[in-house]
């Protein structure tokens, strides 16, 4: 599980660092989120990761949803607000993970949610890959 994390983080400042040498390109206001999902062992301790760009190309299946999400919010996981379903009280601890740039600002953030169905209630479609 390790090694996945360490390669998605190797592509994503390798990516970043071969940007970076582009001298003649214009300064843009660019989004590069790593989006990672960590399941209990409960709901049998898997892992799912991608890259949100919030552009065409874009490997998140709800792209524009998950964008729309972080635009409200201003990227913050705190301040994403439940949509008020019903989850139940079980107790299979979800950890999201979101580092990268948002619109040219570095965001790192890690929130733990009590269960899949809570995970999904606060952050719609964000994590929702």
């Known amino acids: 599980m390790s090694g996945r994390i360490l390669a998605f983080v190797a592509v994503f400042v390798s990516l970043f660092a071969f ?3 582009a001298q003649a390109a214009p300064a843009r206001q660019g989004t590069a989120l790593v989006l990672t999902v960590q399941y209990s062992d409960v709901e049998d ?3 799912k990761a991608t890259v949100l760009t919030c552009e065409r190309g874009d490997h998140h299946p709800r792209r524009a949803l998950a964008c729309a999400t972080l635009a409200s919010t201003g990227a913050d996981l ?3 607000r439940s949509d008020d379903r019903a989850c139940t009280f079980i107790y299979a601890p979800v ?3 979101m580092f990268g740039f948002w619109r040219g600002e570095p965001v790192n953030q890690v929130h733990t ?3 899949s169905c ?3 209630a606060h952050t719609g479609a964000l994590f929702d890959f």
């Open 95 to 97: 950890e999201v993970s």
């Open 78 to 80: 705190q301040s994403m």
């Open 19 to 21: 940007a970076g040498n």
């Open 45 to 47: 301790n898997a892992f």
């Open 118 to 120: 809570v995970m999904l």
């Open 113 to 115: 949610y009590p269960n």
